[in-house]
């Protein structure tokens, strides 16, 4: 498992290879009556067996079959998570979290030598250094790594020699995050300065005032060094302009768009949704019959092209609001775990809040990385509810 987390943000292939020989090491160690207690007795991993099924089962109304498989492909993932969370000790937690920072600082290593040009890598360019994945989803693991250190900088767990370490990783992960393009990372770790200060420091004018004054230091040292963040920062600020104006043909304006339409679309199958493979093929008839002014033809079959850049909205779409209750409940109860160890309960909510913030603005469940990255720390988080509910047992 440490050498899957290791893997994690470095490879594709190296998932893919995980997720076929994990779960075969996991049938051949046997034990299946105890898995399937565990599993039986885990609320969330019920919660999230409950939405798989339903997946499956909004397959039959979906008439484009080559989508459908590749959702369904990507669902299989979910499998290694029931083997994660059924097969991880507590002792080996510690061990995993830090195999998987490793191969997060292999990959920072790499990223800033492409940007200060000290060579090249794959697509990675100075504009954008991400070595190994989407921007989008490099984001994402770069503002969790980033609330990962913070909070161990925070924590009383860790000498001044070890808490010297995380600081250095969070300023070169942080900076990284604010140099690279990918602003779904940036929203979310901005959310997580909040609820990180509120977990430490309670609803307080403290709280705030830390969050404001944290956040303040880092955009204005980024928007002074970064060009790159600076420009995003205006092309952000003209996206909200255009956006009050209605005019919805920017990167933040078509998510706008796609609430548009996807609610013409669910208000005629509100329930079970259009099916699991016919989002894309619904809104490319939805932009044609009916009459939105406020996108080119050159928005609209861009959309008509895409899945809708937004989790919630992609689920309700295939599922309907039986599929969203069914993932809002899922939350919920990763919300919930009953984690004994603080530091780890604490990582939990923060890991909810950087990744379902992010599910705002990417489906995350619909890429091989991010997908990857949930069904890890969901599985060692309830691994570690599991190992605290034996204990109470006996």
């Given at each position: ?8 943000p ?21 034990d299946?009556?105890?898995?399937f207690?565990?599993?039986?007795s885990?609320?969330l ?22 989508q459908?498989l ?10 290694l998570?029931?083997v994660?969370a ?15 920072l ?7 290593i ?12 794959r697509?990675?360019t100075?504009?954008?250094p ?18 990962l250190?913070?909070?161990?900088i ?9 808490k010297?370490?995380f600081?250095?990783f ?8 604010f140099l690279?393009i ?6 979310a770790?901005i959310v997580a ?8 420091y ?9 969050s ?12 002074q ?7 995003r ?7 909200i302009?255009?956006i009050k ?8 304006g078509?998510?706008?768009a796609?609430?548009i ?5 669910v ?10 493979g016919d ?10 019959t009916?009459?939105?002014?406020f996108l ?13 850049h ?5 689920v ?5 609001i039986?599929?969203?209750c069914?993932f ?10 009953n ?22 603005a990417?489906?995350l469940?619909?890429k ?13 988080f309830?691994?570690s509810e ?6 109470n047992?006996?």
């Amino acid at each position: 498992m440490p050498l899957f987390a290791f893997i994690l943000p470095l490879s594709r292939a190296g998932i893919s290879f995980f997720v076929i020989i994990l779960p075969i090491l996991w049938l051949i160690e046997g034990d299946f009556k105890r898995k399937f207690e565990q599993i039986k007795s885990s609320k969330l991993l019920v919660a999230i067996s409950a939405y798989l099924l339903f997946s499956i089962i909004s397959a039959l109304w979906s008439s484009n079959i080559e989508q459908t498989l590749n959702v369904l492909r990507l669902n299989s993932y979910w499998l290694l998570l029931f083997v994660i969370a059924t097969s991880v000790k507590k002792e080996q937690i510690g061990t995993i979290i830090s195999s998987f920072l490793a191969g997060m600082f292999v990959s920072e290593i790499i990223a800033y030598g492409v940007f200060f040009e000290l060579w090249t890598f794959r697509d990675a360019t100075v504009q954008n250094p991400s070595p190994f994945m989407f921007w989008i989803d490099y984001s994402v693991f770069m503002a969790f790594t980033s609330i990962l250190l913070l909070n161990r900088i925070l924590s009383k767990n860790y000498n001044l020699k070890e808490k010297i370490l995380f600081s250095l990783f969070f300023i070169s992960v942080t900076g990284n995050l604010f140099l690279a393009i990918g602003r779904t990372g940036q929203v979310a770790f901005i959310v997580a300065i909040f609820v990180l200060m509120v977990i430490h420091y309670r609803f307080s004018i403290k709280s705030l005032l830390l969050s404001l004054v944290f956040l303040s230091a880092i955009f204005t040292t980024a928007y002074q060094l970064s060009d790159t963040f600076k420009q995003r920062s205006h092309s952000a600020i003209n996206d909200i302009n255009n956006i009050k104006n209605m005019n919805l043909n920017g990167s933040w304006g078509i998510r706008v768009a796609y609430w548009i339409t996807t609610f013409d679309i669910v208000k005629d199958n509100p329930i079970i949704g259009i099916g699991l493979g016919d989002f894309k093929d619904e809104t490319a008839k939805i932009t044609q019959t009916n009459n939105y002014e406020f996108l080119t033809k050159k928005t609209k079959a861009f959309m008509a092209d895409n899945d809708p850049h937004n989790q919630y909205l992609l689920v309700l779409l295939q599922m309907g609001i039986i599929g969203i209750c069914l993932f809002l409940y899922m939350i919920y109860q990763i919300i919930k775990l009953n984690i004994k160890e603080v530091e780890l309960k604490e990582l939990s909510i923060l890991f909810v809040t950087i990744f379902f913030v992010s599910c705002f603005a990417e489906p995350l469940f619909f890429k091989q990385f991010t997908i990857a990255l949930f069904i890890l720390f969901v599985g060692i988080f309830i691994a570690s509810e599991t190992e605290t509910t034996v204990l109470n047992t006996n």
